[in-house]
Protein backbone atom coordinates (compact mmCIF):
# COMPACT_ATOMS: atom_id res chain seq x y z
CA UNK A 1 0.00 0.00 0.00
CA UNK A 2 1.39 3.17 -0.91
CA UNK A 3 0.59 6.56 1.03
CA UNK A 4 -0.22 10.16 0.03
CA UNK A 5 0.67 12.59 2.34
CA UNK A 6 -0.62 16.45 1.57
CA UNK A 7 0.56 18.97 4.07
CA UNK A 8 -1.78 21.68 3.59
CA UNK A 9 -0.42 24.37 6.02
CA UNK A 10 3.16 24.95 6.94
CA UNK A 11 3.07 26.23 11.01
CA UNK A 12 5.79 26.37 13.34
CA UNK A 13 3.76 23.63 15.16
CA UNK A 14 0.64 21.17 14.70
CA UNK A 15 0.36 20.94 10.76
CA UNK A 16 -2.91 20.24 9.09
CA UNK A 17 -2.36 17.12 7.32
CA UNK A 18 -4.02 14.83 4.35
CA UNK A 19 -2.69 11.16 4.24
CA UNK A 20 -4.39 9.36 1.84
CA UNK A 21 -4.25 5.28 1.43
CA UNK A 22 -3.61 3.61 -1.86
CA UNK A 23 -4.47 0.03 -2.43
CA UNK A 24 -2.41 -2.37 -4.56
CA UNK A 25 -4.38 -1.14 -7.81
CA UNK A 26 -3.35 2.36 -6.69
CA UNK A 27 -7.10 3.20 -6.30
CA UNK A 28 -7.75 5.15 -3.02
CA UNK A 29 -8.81 3.15 0.12
CA UNK A 30 -9.38 6.14 2.57
CA UNK A 31 -8.04 9.47 3.10
CA UNK A 32 -7.74 11.04 6.85
CA UNK A 33 -7.26 14.72 7.44
CA UNK A 34 -5.86 15.79 10.42
CA UNK A 35 -6.73 19.52 11.79
CA UNK A 36 -4.79 20.71 14.92
CA UNK A 37 -6.89 21.57 17.91
CA UNK A 38 -5.94 24.52 20.54
CA UNK A 39 -6.02 22.01 23.30
CA UNK A 40 -6.18 23.19 27.00
CA UNK A 41 -7.58 26.16 26.15
CA UNK A 42 -11.33 26.33 28.19
CA UNK A 43 -8.86 24.97 31.11
CA UNK A 44 -6.65 28.80 30.49
CA UNK A 45 -9.90 30.43 30.75
CA UNK A 46 -10.75 28.62 34.25
CA UNK A 47 -10.67 31.32 36.76
CA UNK A 48 -10.37 34.67 34.82
CA UNK A 49 -12.21 37.65 35.53
CA UNK A 50 -16.04 37.44 33.11
CA UNK A 51 -15.47 40.26 31.64
CA UNK A 52 -11.68 39.16 30.80
CA UNK A 53 -13.16 36.68 27.98
CA UNK A 54 -14.16 38.69 25.40
CA UNK A 55 -10.95 39.99 24.81
CA UNK A 56 -8.94 36.76 25.66
CA UNK A 57 -11.18 34.44 23.38
CA UNK A 58 -10.57 36.62 20.22
CA UNK A 59 -6.57 35.88 21.11
CA UNK A 60 -7.20 32.05 19.55
CA UNK A 61 -7.19 33.16 16.25
CA UNK A 62 -6.31 36.09 13.85
CA UNK A 63 -8.40 34.95 11.78
CA UNK A 64 -11.69 35.48 13.33
CA UNK A 65 -11.15 37.55 15.96
CA UNK A 66 -14.19 39.50 15.48
CA UNK A 67 -16.76 36.22 15.96
CA UNK A 68 -15.20 34.85 19.23
CA UNK A 69 -15.44 38.54 20.61
CA UNK A 70 -19.06 38.34 20.31
CA UNK A 71 -19.79 35.16 20.96
CA UNK A 72 -17.69 35.66 24.12
CA UNK A 73 -19.91 38.84 24.65
CA UNK A 74 -23.19 36.95 24.27
CA UNK A 75 -22.07 34.50 26.16
CA UNK A 76 -21.35 37.38 29.12
CA UNK A 77 -24.82 38.65 27.98
CA UNK A 78 -26.96 35.50 28.92
CA UNK A 79 -24.33 34.57 31.85
CA UNK A 80 -25.27 38.27 33.15
CA UNK A 81 -29.35 37.63 32.25
CA UNK A 82 -29.02 40.69 30.35
CA UNK A 83 -30.10 41.81 26.38
CA UNK A 84 -27.65 44.45 25.23
CA UNK A 85 -29.79 48.09 24.52
CA UNK A 86 -30.72 48.35 20.94
CA UNK A 87 -27.95 50.73 19.63
CA UNK A 88 -25.64 48.60 21.22
CA UNK A 89 -27.31 45.57 19.55
CA UNK A 90 -27.31 47.22 15.79
CA UNK A 91 -23.54 48.39 16.50
CA UNK A 92 -22.18 45.09 17.37
CA UNK A 93 -23.66 43.79 14.43
CA UNK A 94 -22.65 46.31 12.25
CA UNK A 95 -18.99 45.84 13.21
CA UNK A 96 -19.91 42.14 12.89
CA UNK A 97 -20.23 43.12 9.15
CA UNK A 98 -17.22 45.07 8.42
CA UNK A 99 -15.47 41.55 9.56
CA UNK A 100 -17.59 39.06 7.05
CA UNK A 101 -16.65 41.82 4.48
CA UNK A 102 -13.16 41.52 5.27
CA UNK A 103 -12.99 37.90 5.77
CA UNK A 104 -14.97 36.78 2.81
CA UNK A 105 -13.01 39.37 0.32
CA UNK A 106 -9.94 37.99 1.29
CA UNK A 107 -11.16 34.14 1.09
CA UNK A 108 -12.46 34.91 -2.73
CA UNK A 109 -9.44 36.86 -3.87
CA UNK A 110 -6.05 34.93 -2.43
CA UNK A 111 -7.52 31.40 -1.72
CA UNK A 112 -10.79 30.59 -3.95
CA UNK A 113 -9.97 32.75 -7.09
CA UNK A 114 -6.92 31.04 -7.77
CA UNK A 115 -8.60 28.18 -8.34
CA UNK A 116 -11.44 29.28 -10.31
CA UNK A 117 -10.20 32.59 -12.36
CA UNK A 118 -6.67 31.18 -13.00
CA UNK A 119 -7.77 27.38 -12.93
CA UNK A 120 -7.55 24.18 -11.33
CA UNK A 121 -5.09 22.50 -13.74
CA UNK A 122 -2.70 25.85 -14.36
CA UNK A 123 0.58 25.50 -12.72
CA UNK A 124 0.94 26.09 -8.87
CA UNK A 125 3.27 28.88 -9.66
CA UNK A 126 0.46 30.64 -11.48
CA UNK A 127 -2.36 29.21 -9.55
CA UNK A 128 -2.04 32.15 -6.72
CA UNK A 129 -3.44 35.92 -6.37
CA UNK A 130 -0.33 37.26 -8.68
CA UNK A 131 -2.05 35.15 -11.39
CA UNK A 132 -5.38 36.27 -10.55
CA UNK A 133 -4.51 39.71 -10.47
CA UNK A 134 -2.76 39.29 -14.43
CA UNK A 135 -6.24 37.66 -14.89
CA UNK A 136 -8.42 40.60 -13.57
CA UNK A 137 -6.17 43.47 -13.99
CA UNK A 138 -3.66 45.30 -11.06
CA UNK A 139 -6.40 47.78 -10.49
CA UNK A 140 -8.67 45.26 -8.92
CA UNK A 141 -6.19 44.50 -6.90
CA UNK A 142 -5.91 47.88 -5.24
CA UNK A 143 -9.94 47.20 -5.05
CA UNK A 144 -9.33 44.41 -3.24
CA UNK A 145 -6.80 45.65 -0.42
CA UNK A 146 -9.25 48.85 0.14
CA UNK A 147 -12.27 46.81 0.64
CA UNK A 148 -10.77 44.52 2.86
CA UNK A 149 -9.27 47.33 4.73
CA UNK A 150 -12.74 48.47 4.85
CA UNK A 151 -13.85 45.68 6.68
CA UNK A 152 -11.19 46.09 9.15
CA UNK A 153 -12.07 49.80 9.48
CA UNK A 154 -15.43 49.38 10.62
CA UNK A 155 -14.19 46.51 13.23
CA UNK A 156 -11.91 49.12 13.72
CA UNK A 157 -13.96 52.64 14.52
CA UNK A 158 -16.91 50.22 16.85
CA UNK A 159 -14.50 47.60 18.32
CA UNK A 160 -11.55 50.33 19.26
CA UNK A 161 -8.94 47.96 17.35
CA UNK A 162 -9.01 46.33 14.08
CA UNK A 163 -7.23 42.62 15.17
CA UNK A 164 -8.49 42.57 18.78
CA UNK A 165 -11.95 44.19 19.45
CA UNK A 166 -12.91 45.35 23.47
CA UNK A 167 -15.92 46.71 22.76
CA UNK A 168 -18.54 44.16 23.71
CA UNK A 169 -19.58 44.11 27.56
CA UNK A 170 -22.40 42.33 29.15
CA UNK A 171 -25.71 44.23 27.92
CA UNK A 172 -24.20 46.79 25.69
CA UNK A 173 -20.79 48.20 24.13
CA UNK A 174 -18.08 50.45 25.43
CA UNK A 175 -18.64 53.56 23.32
CA UNK A 176 -20.93 54.75 20.56
CA UNK A 177 -20.77 56.21 17.35
CA UNK A 178 -19.78 59.70 16.48
CA UNK A 179 -21.75 61.05 13.27
CA UNK A 180 -18.40 61.46 11.56
CA UNK A 181 -17.75 57.71 12.30
CA UNK A 182 -21.36 56.87 11.16
CA UNK A 183 -20.90 58.92 8.14
CA UNK A 184 -17.32 57.27 7.50
CA UNK A 185 -18.72 53.99 7.59
CA UNK A 186 -22.17 54.41 5.56
CA UNK A 187 -18.95 55.66 2.62
CA UNK A 188 -17.63 52.35 3.06
CA UNK A 189 -20.65 50.08 3.14
CA UNK A 190 -21.57 51.72 0.06
CA UNK A 191 -18.82 51.22 -1.76
CA UNK A 192 -18.31 47.60 -0.46
CA UNK A 193 -22.04 46.90 -1.96
CA UNK A 194 -20.67 47.94 -5.57
CA UNK A 195 -17.03 46.30 -4.86
CA UNK A 196 -19.65 43.22 -4.32
CA UNK A 197 -21.55 43.34 -7.26
CA UNK A 198 -18.43 43.37 -9.22
CA UNK A 199 -17.04 40.48 -7.33
CA UNK A 200 -19.97 38.14 -8.40
CA UNK A 201 -19.77 39.49 -12.08
CA UNK A 202 -16.22 38.20 -12.03
CA UNK A 203 -18.20 35.13 -10.44
CA UNK A 204 -20.41 35.05 -12.99
CA UNK A 205 -18.40 35.36 -16.01
CA UNK A 206 -15.48 33.52 -14.74
CA UNK A 207 -16.78 30.25 -13.51
CA UNK A 208 -20.45 29.71 -14.13
CA UNK A 209 -20.08 31.12 -17.90
CA UNK A 210 -17.68 28.26 -18.19
CA UNK A 211 -18.76 24.82 -18.41
CA UNK A 212 -16.32 22.70 -17.40
CA UNK A 213 -16.29 24.71 -14.31
CA UNK A 214 -20.10 24.44 -13.78
CA UNK A 215 -19.62 20.42 -14.34
CA UNK A 216 -17.07 20.42 -12.19
CA UNK A 217 -18.83 22.09 -9.21
CA UNK A 218 -22.16 19.53 -9.80
CA UNK A 219 -20.18 16.52 -10.11
CA UNK A 220 -20.43 13.81 -7.94
CA UNK A 221 -16.90 13.99 -6.11
CA UNK A 222 -17.52 16.79 -4.71
CA UNK A 223 -20.72 16.33 -3.26
CA UNK A 224 -21.96 16.03 0.09
CA UNK A 225 -25.53 15.01 1.20
CA UNK A 226 -25.69 15.87 5.12
CA UNK A 227 -27.69 18.14 7.31
CA UNK A 228 -27.40 21.97 7.00
CA UNK A 229 -27.28 24.06 9.73
CA UNK A 230 -27.18 27.68 10.15
CA UNK A 231 -28.55 30.92 12.72
CA UNK A 232 -31.83 32.44 11.15
CA UNK A 233 -33.98 35.39 11.66
CA UNK A 234 -37.49 34.81 12.19
CA UNK A 235 -38.23 34.97 8.50
CA UNK A 236 -35.55 31.73 8.44
CA UNK A 237 -33.17 33.77 6.11
CA UNK A 238 -29.54 33.66 6.83
CA UNK A 239 -28.73 36.19 10.25
CA UNK A 240 -25.06 36.30 10.64
CA UNK A 241 -25.28 37.80 14.47
CA UNK A 242 -28.24 36.19 16.10
CA UNK A 243 -31.03 34.02 15.63
CA UNK A 244 -32.31 30.52 15.91
CA UNK A 245 -30.11 27.60 15.14
CA UNK A 246 -32.22 26.07 12.52
CA UNK A 247 -31.24 22.48 10.80
CA UNK A 248 -32.42 21.44 7.76
CA UNK A 249 -32.29 18.15 5.95
CA UNK A 250 -31.65 16.68 2.57
CA UNK A 251 -34.61 17.18 1.20
CA UNK A 252 -34.04 20.87 2.28
CA UNK A 253 -36.79 20.60 5.10
CA UNK A 254 -36.67 21.71 8.65
CA UNK A 255 -35.44 18.87 10.64
CA UNK A 256 -34.93 20.66 13.96
CA UNK A 257 -34.58 24.40 14.90
CA UNK A 258 -33.10 25.89 19.04
CA UNK A 259 -31.48 28.23 20.82
CA UNK A 260 -28.29 28.41 22.02
CA UNK A 261 -28.75 27.62 25.59
CA UNK A 262 -30.23 24.45 24.48
CA UNK A 263 -27.19 23.25 21.91
CA UNK A 264 -26.35 20.11 24.45
CA UNK A 265 -29.25 18.59 23.80
CA UNK A 266 -29.28 18.77 19.86
CA UNK A 267 -25.36 18.87 18.90
CA UNK A 268 -22.85 16.02 20.63
CA UNK A 269 -19.04 15.59 20.61
CA UNK A 270 -17.05 12.72 20.04
CA UNK A 271 -13.22 11.38 19.31
CA UNK A 272 -11.43 9.21 16.73
CA UNK A 273 -8.60 7.56 17.46
CA UNK A 274 -6.25 9.17 14.80
CA UNK A 275 -6.76 12.79 15.61
CA UNK A 276 -6.53 15.00 18.22
CA UNK A 277 -9.91 17.13 16.78
CA UNK A 278 -13.30 16.08 18.09
CA UNK A 279 -16.42 16.05 15.70
CA UNK A 280 -19.62 17.38 16.07
CA UNK A 281 -22.87 14.99 15.40
CA UNK A 282 -26.69 16.19 15.90
CA UNK A 283 -27.57 14.16 18.70
CA UNK A 284 -30.90 12.65 17.78
CA UNK A 285 -29.80 11.04 14.90
CA UNK A 286 -26.19 9.69 16.31
CA UNK A 287 -22.83 9.46 15.46
CA UNK A 288 -22.28 6.79 12.35
CA UNK A 289 -18.77 7.53 11.22
CA UNK A 290 -17.60 9.33 8.60
CA UNK A 291 -20.53 8.87 6.10
CA UNK A 292 -22.99 11.41 4.98
CA UNK A 293 -27.07 10.26 3.79
CA UNK A 294 -30.18 10.99 6.70
CA UNK A 295 -28.92 8.49 9.23
CA UNK A 296 -25.70 9.60 9.84
CA UNK A 297 -25.91 12.51 12.00
CA UNK A 298 -23.31 14.87 10.04
CA UNK A 299 -24.26 18.63 9.24
CA UNK A 300 -22.23 21.64 7.31
CA UNK A 301 -22.33 24.99 8.19
CA UNK A 302 -20.38 27.60 7.00
CA UNK A 303 -21.64 29.89 3.98
CA UNK A 304 -23.03 26.72 2.11
CA UNK A 305 -24.91 25.09 5.24
CA UNK A 306 -26.49 28.76 6.32
CA UNK A 307 -27.94 29.28 2.89
CA UNK A 308 -28.78 25.86 2.83
CA UNK A 309 -30.19 25.89 6.10
CA UNK A 310 -32.41 29.11 5.17
CA UNK A 311 -34.94 30.02 2.71
CA UNK A 312 -33.21 33.34 1.94
CA UNK A 313 -30.90 36.49 2.79
CA UNK A 314 -32.87 38.78 4.09
CA UNK A 315 -31.48 41.82 1.70
CA UNK A 316 -32.33 42.30 -1.63
CA UNK A 317 -29.66 42.17 -3.96
CA UNK A 318 -27.92 39.20 -1.96
CA UNK A 319 -31.23 37.41 -2.15
CA UNK A 320 -31.54 37.92 -6.26
CA UNK A 321 -28.10 35.98 -6.05
CA UNK A 322 -29.61 33.31 -3.14
CA UNK A 323 -32.17 32.22 -5.38
CA UNK A 324 -29.91 32.63 -8.88
CA UNK A 325 -27.64 30.08 -7.02
CA UNK A 326 -30.23 27.84 -5.75
CA UNK A 327 -32.07 28.30 -8.87
CA UNK A 328 -28.59 27.63 -11.32
CA UNK A 329 -27.42 24.48 -9.00
CA UNK A 330 -30.63 22.46 -8.69
CA UNK A 331 -32.60 23.86 -5.99
CA UNK A 332 -32.10 23.74 -2.10
CA UNK A 333 -30.37 22.28 -0.52
CA UNK A 334 -27.18 22.77 -2.92
CA UNK A 335 -24.81 20.32 -1.73
CA UNK A 336 -21.93 20.73 -4.05
CA UNK A 337 -18.99 21.76 -1.74
CA UNK A 338 -17.32 23.99 -4.44
CA UNK A 339 -20.72 25.72 -4.28
CA UNK A 340 -19.49 27.50 -0.74
CA UNK A 341 -17.63 30.13 -2.64
CA UNK A 342 -20.49 31.21 -4.79
CA UNK A 343 -22.43 30.95 -0.74
CA UNK A 344 -19.58 33.32 0.66
CA UNK A 345 -19.68 35.98 -2.34
CA UNK A 346 -23.91 36.40 -1.84
CA UNK A 347 -22.87 36.40 2.15
CA UNK A 348 -20.30 39.76 1.19
CA UNK A 349 -22.84 41.58 -0.64
CA UNK A 350 -25.35 40.45 2.22
CA UNK A 351 -23.26 41.99 5.05
CA UNK A 352 -22.19 45.21 2.30
CA UNK A 353 -25.89 45.84 2.13
CA UNK A 354 -26.64 45.26 5.70
CA UNK A 355 -24.03 47.32 7.24
CA UNK A 356 -25.50 50.13 5.07
CA UNK A 357 -28.77 49.58 6.31
CA UNK A 358 -27.87 49.63 9.88
CA UNK A 359 -25.96 52.86 9.18
CA UNK A 360 -28.24 54.39 8.15
CA UNK A 361 -30.65 53.38 11.13
CA UNK A 362 -31.21 56.46 13.26
CA UNK A 363 -30.66 54.37 16.50
CA UNK A 364 -26.94 53.70 15.34
CA UNK A 365 -25.80 56.89 16.56
CA UNK A 366 -27.66 56.60 19.78
CA UNK A 367 -26.30 57.06 23.24
CA UNK A 368 -28.21 54.66 25.44
CA UNK A 369 -25.37 51.94 25.15
CA UNK A 370 -25.85 49.23 28.12
CA UNK A 371 -28.00 47.59 30.14
CA UNK A 372 -27.86 46.93 34.10
CA UNK A 373 -26.25 43.50 34.54
CA UNK A 374 -27.80 41.14 37.10
CA UNK A 375 -25.80 38.40 38.97
CA UNK A 376 -23.37 36.21 37.36
CA UNK A 377 -24.37 32.93 36.74
CA UNK A 378 -24.41 30.46 33.13
CA UNK A 379 -24.70 31.84 29.38
CA UNK A 380 -24.56 30.48 26.62
CA UNK A 381 -23.41 32.58 23.01
CA UNK A 382 -24.00 32.06 19.41
CA UNK A 383 -22.81 33.97 16.48
CA UNK A 384 -22.11 33.06 12.92
CA UNK A 385 -18.41 32.99 12.01
CA UNK A 386 -17.38 33.19 8.34
CA UNK A 387 -16.82 29.54 9.04
CA UNK A 388 -19.66 28.51 10.69
CA UNK A 389 -21.51 28.27 14.01
CA UNK A 390 -19.63 29.57 16.57
CA UNK A 391 -20.43 28.80 20.55
CA UNK A 392 -19.61 30.21 23.79
CA UNK A 393 -20.48 28.51 26.91
CA UNK A 394 -19.57 29.66 30.00
CA UNK A 395 -20.30 28.61 34.15
CA UNK A 396 -19.33 31.73 36.16
CA UNK A 397 -19.02 31.94 40.16
CA UNK A 398 -20.31 34.78 42.71
CA UNK A 399 -17.83 36.89 41.87
CA UNK A 400 -18.03 36.50 38.51
CA UNK A 401 -15.04 34.44 37.63
CA UNK A 402 -15.11 32.03 35.05
CA UNK A 403 -15.65 28.31 36.54
CA UNK A 404 -15.96 26.57 33.66
CA UNK A 405 -15.98 27.33 29.29
CA UNK A 406 -16.68 25.09 26.61
CA UNK A 407 -16.20 25.98 23.01
CA UNK A 408 -17.45 24.81 20.03
CA UNK A 409 -15.58 26.60 16.76
CA UNK A 410 -16.78 26.67 13.22
CA UNK A 411 -14.11 24.24 11.85
CA UNK A 412 -14.77 21.74 14.03
CA UNK A 413 -18.57 21.49 13.28
CA UNK A 414 -17.29 20.85 9.82
CA UNK A 415 -14.70 18.54 10.48
CA UNK A 416 -16.35 15.33 9.72
CA UNK A 417 -17.76 17.40 6.40
CA UNK A 418 -14.13 18.10 5.56
CA UNK A 419 -12.92 14.79 6.04
CA UNK A 420 -15.67 13.12 3.53
CA UNK A 421 -14.76 15.43 1.17
CA UNK A 422 -11.62 15.09 0.50
CA UNK A 423 -11.89 11.50 0.93
CA UNK A 424 -14.85 11.24 -1.54
CA UNK A 425 -12.41 13.12 -3.77
CA UNK A 426 -9.60 11.29 -3.73
CA UNK A 427 -11.69 8.69 -4.77
CA UNK A 428 -12.93 10.19 -7.60
CA UNK A 429 -9.83 11.57 -8.67
CA UNK A 430 -6.88 9.24 -8.25
CA UNK A 431 -7.55 6.05 -10.28
CA UNK A 432 -4.33 3.19 -10.83
CA UNK A 433 -2.04 4.90 -8.80
CA UNK A 434 -1.47 8.42 -11.04
CA UNK A 435 -1.32 11.05 -8.49
CA UNK A 436 -0.35 14.46 -10.58
CA UNK A 437 -0.13 18.40 -9.54
CA UNK A 438 -3.67 19.02 -10.77
CA UNK A 439 -5.13 15.95 -9.23
CA UNK A 440 -4.12 17.40 -6.47
CA UNK A 441 -5.16 20.35 -6.47
CA UNK A 442 -8.52 19.48 -7.04
CA UNK A 443 -8.21 17.22 -3.89
CA UNK A 444 -7.25 20.33 -2.04
CA UNK A 445 -10.23 22.40 -3.59
CA UNK A 446 -12.34 19.88 -1.36
CA UNK A 447 -11.59 21.41 1.92
CA UNK A 448 -10.21 24.88 0.75
CA UNK A 449 -14.09 25.49 -0.17
CA UNK A 450 -14.66 25.09 3.49
CA UNK A 451 -12.02 27.20 4.27
CA UNK A 452 -10.74 25.74 7.12
CA UNK A 453 -9.27 27.46 9.91
CA UNK A 454 -6.20 26.50 11.71
CA UNK A 455 -5.81 29.97 12.96
CA UNK A 456 -6.28 28.19 16.86
CA UNK A 457 -2.80 26.90 16.12
CA UNK A 458 0.39 29.06 15.80
CA UNK A 459 0.86 31.47 12.82
CA UNK A 460 2.96 30.27 10.17
CA UNK A 461 6.66 31.44 9.42
CA UNK A 462 7.24 33.45 6.55
CA UNK A 463 9.52 31.78 3.75
CA UNK A 464 8.73 28.25 4.30
CA UNK A 465 7.60 25.86 1.91
CA UNK A 466 3.91 25.56 1.86
CA UNK A 467 3.33 21.83 0.72
CA UNK A 468 5.27 19.05 0.38
CA UNK A 469 4.02 15.96 -0.76
CA UNK A 470 5.23 12.48 0.45
CA UNK A 471 4.74 9.01 -0.83
CA UNK A 472 5.42 5.69 0.72
CA UNK A 473 5.58 2.75 -0.58
CA UNK A 474 3.56 -0.40 0.81
CA UNK A 475 6.80 -0.96 3.79
CA UNK A 476 5.77 2.39 4.59
CA UNK A 477 9.29 3.71 3.42
CA UNK A 478 9.20 7.10 2.01
CA UNK A 479 9.85 6.81 -1.98
CA UNK A 480 9.10 10.09 -3.34
CA UNK A 481 8.84 13.81 -1.73
CA UNK A 482 7.70 16.02 -3.44
CA UNK A 483 7.91 20.11 -2.74
CA UNK A 484 5.50 22.18 -4.43
CA UNK A 485 7.43 25.89 -3.52
CA UNK B 1 11.47 60.17 9.62
CA UNK B 2 8.08 58.07 10.25
CA UNK B 3 8.79 54.30 11.42
CA UNK B 4 6.37 51.54 11.99
CA UNK B 5 6.76 48.56 13.81
CA UNK B 6 4.50 45.88 13.03
CA UNK B 7 4.52 42.66 15.61
CA UNK B 8 3.28 38.86 14.48
CA UNK B 9 2.42 36.70 16.70
CA UNK B 10 -0.25 34.77 18.73
CA UNK B 11 -0.12 36.65 21.99
CA UNK B 12 -1.54 33.26 24.15
CA UNK B 13 1.12 31.26 22.94
CA UNK B 14 3.93 31.98 24.82
CA UNK B 15 7.50 32.44 23.14
CA UNK B 16 4.94 32.77 19.96
CA UNK B 17 3.70 36.24 21.31
CA UNK B 18 7.28 37.70 21.46
CA UNK B 19 6.44 40.23 18.46
CA UNK B 20 3.55 41.66 20.30
CA UNK B 21 5.60 42.16 23.39
CA UNK B 22 8.02 44.06 21.48
CA UNK B 23 5.31 46.47 20.69
CA UNK B 24 3.72 46.56 23.77
CA UNK B 25 7.17 47.34 25.63
CA UNK B 26 7.99 50.12 22.85
CA UNK B 27 4.26 51.89 23.58
CA UNK B 28 4.87 51.70 27.30
CA UNK B 29 8.68 53.19 26.59
CA UNK B 30 6.69 55.89 23.94
CA UNK B 31 9.45 55.60 21.78
CA UNK B 32 8.99 57.65 18.68
CA UNK B 33 7.40 55.50 16.39
CA UNK B 34 3.75 53.78 15.67
CA UNK B 35 3.28 50.39 16.43
CA UNK B 36 0.63 47.78 14.99
CA UNK B 37 -0.48 44.04 16.43
CA UNK B 38 -0.96 42.73 12.82
CA UNK B 39 -1.49 38.77 15.16
CA UNK B 40 -1.43 36.50 11.98
CA UNK B 41 0.52 39.07 10.10
CA UNK B 42 -2.22 38.92 6.79
CA UNK B 43 -2.60 41.50 3.82
CA UNK B 44 -3.37 44.16 6.37
CA UNK B 45 0.17 44.73 7.30
CA UNK B 46 0.54 46.40 3.71
CA UNK B 47 -2.66 49.03 4.59
CA UNK B 48 -0.71 49.59 8.15
CA UNK B 49 2.88 50.74 6.21
CA UNK B 50 1.50 52.96 3.63
CA UNK B 51 3.25 55.75 3.83
CA UNK B 52 5.89 55.05 6.24
CA UNK B 53 9.73 55.44 5.40
CA UNK B 54 10.75 52.83 7.78
CA UNK B 55 9.27 49.50 9.13
CA UNK B 56 10.25 46.60 11.03
CA UNK B 57 8.22 43.38 11.68
CA UNK B 58 8.88 41.69 14.75
CA UNK B 59 8.32 37.96 14.34
CA UNK B 60 9.17 34.16 16.49
CA UNK B 61 10.55 31.78 14.41
CA UNK B 62 11.76 28.15 14.90
CA UNK B 63 14.65 27.39 13.18
CA UNK B 64 16.58 24.66 15.24
CA UNK B 65 18.70 27.66 16.45
CA UNK B 66 19.62 28.92 19.71
CA UNK B 67 16.22 30.12 21.37
CA UNK B 68 16.88 33.97 22.00
CA UNK B 69 18.43 34.54 19.08
CA UNK B 70 17.53 37.54 17.10
CA UNK B 71 18.07 37.61 13.31
CA UNK B 72 17.53 40.61 11.05
CA UNK B 73 16.84 40.09 7.40
CA UNK B 74 16.82 43.63 5.13
CA UNK B 75 13.28 42.48 2.98
CA UNK B 76 14.01 44.30 -0.75
CA UNK B 77 11.69 43.75 -3.53
CA UNK B 78 12.72 41.24 -6.12
CA UNK B 79 14.33 39.11 -3.08
CA UNK B 80 11.23 37.46 -2.25
CA UNK B 81 10.07 34.39 -2.92
CA UNK B 82 7.04 33.83 -4.55
CA UNK B 83 4.31 31.25 -2.14
CA UNK B 84 1.33 30.01 -2.93
CA UNK B 85 -0.26 29.04 0.65
CA UNK B 86 -3.15 27.54 0.87
CA UNK B 87 -4.95 28.71 3.88
CA UNK B 88 -3.63 33.03 5.15
CA UNK B 89 -1.43 34.85 2.71
CA UNK B 90 2.33 34.56 4.23
CA UNK B 91 4.78 37.85 4.63
CA UNK B 92 6.56 37.24 1.41
CA UNK B 93 3.17 37.33 -0.67
CA UNK B 94 2.39 40.36 1.08
CA UNK B 95 4.70 42.26 0.48
CA UNK B 96 5.00 40.91 -2.98
CA UNK B 97 2.03 42.25 -3.68
CA UNK B 98 2.32 45.49 -1.85
CA UNK B 99 5.53 46.49 -4.50
CA UNK B 100 2.80 45.61 -7.29
CA UNK B 101 0.34 47.67 -6.00
CA UNK B 102 1.62 50.21 -4.41
CA UNK B 103 5.21 50.74 -5.41
CA UNK B 104 6.37 53.73 -4.18
CA UNK B 105 4.05 54.18 -1.55
CA UNK B 106 5.64 51.31 0.71
CA UNK B 107 8.49 52.07 3.15
CA UNK B 108 11.92 52.56 1.64
CA UNK B 109 13.22 50.21 4.34
CA UNK B 110 11.53 46.84 5.65
CA UNK B 111 13.50 45.00 8.21
CA UNK B 112 12.36 41.55 9.09
CA UNK B 113 13.68 41.41 13.38
CA UNK B 114 12.95 37.34 14.34
CA UNK B 115 13.47 36.04 17.64
CA UNK B 116 14.47 32.41 17.85
CA UNK B 117 11.18 30.89 20.10
CA UNK B 118 11.64 27.90 22.52
CA UNK B 119 8.31 26.94 23.40
CA UNK B 120 5.18 28.16 21.10
CA UNK B 121 2.81 25.25 22.63
CA UNK B 122 2.32 26.32 26.30
CA UNK B 123 -0.90 28.68 26.65
CA UNK B 124 0.99 31.41 28.36
CA UNK B 125 0.60 34.92 27.51
CA UNK B 126 4.57 35.21 28.93
CA UNK B 127 7.78 34.06 26.82
CA UNK B 128 10.42 31.80 28.43
CA UNK B 129 13.36 33.82 29.78
CA UNK B 130 15.47 33.30 26.71
CA UNK B 131 13.13 34.77 24.58
CA UNK B 132 12.31 37.63 27.00
CA UNK B 133 15.77 38.73 26.18
CA UNK B 134 15.81 38.55 22.62
CA UNK B 135 12.51 40.85 22.92
CA UNK B 136 14.98 43.37 24.71
CA UNK B 137 17.52 42.51 21.80
CA UNK B 138 15.05 43.71 19.47
CA UNK B 139 13.92 46.76 21.32
CA UNK B 140 17.59 47.83 21.92
CA UNK B 141 17.96 47.40 17.57
CA UNK B 142 15.36 49.23 17.16
CA UNK B 143 15.79 52.66 19.51
CA UNK B 144 19.45 52.60 18.51
CA UNK B 145 18.52 52.78 14.57
CA UNK B 146 16.09 55.56 15.05
Not at chain 1, 132 to 144: A, H, N, Q, Y
Request: charged share 25%; glycine share 10%; hydrophobic share 35%.
Amino acid sequence: MKTITIDPVTRLEGHGKISIFLNDQGNVENAYIQIPELRGFEKFCEGRRAEDMPIITPRICGVCPVAHHFASTKALDAAFGVEPTETAKKLRELMYMGYYIYDHTLHFYFLGAPDFVVGPDAPPAERNIFGVLKKVGIDVGREVIKHRAYGQKITEIIGGKATHPTCGIPGGISKGLSEEERSQIESMAQSSIEFAKFTLNIFNDIVLGNKKYVDMITSDTYKLNTYNMGLVDKNNKVNLYDGVIRVTDQEGDEYDRFTAPDYLDHISETVEQWTYSKFTYLKKIGWKGLIDGPSSGVYRVGPLGRLNASVGMATTLANTEYQRMMKTLGGTPVQSTLAFHWARLIELIYASEHALELVKDPKITGRDLRNPIGEPEEGVGVVEAARGILIHHYKLDKDALVKKANLIVATTNNYADICISVRDAAKGLIKDGVVDDEILNKIEMSFRAYDPCFGCSTHYLPGLAPMTLEIYNSARRLVKTIDRS
Amino acid sequence: MRTIVIGVGNLLRCDDGAGIHVITHLENLHAPVDVVDAAMGSVEILEAMKGYDEAYIIDAIKSGGKPGTVSKVELKEGSLLSIYYSHGVDLATTLQLGYQLYGDKLPKRITLLTIEAKDTTTLSEQCTPEVEEGVEGVIKEILHNL
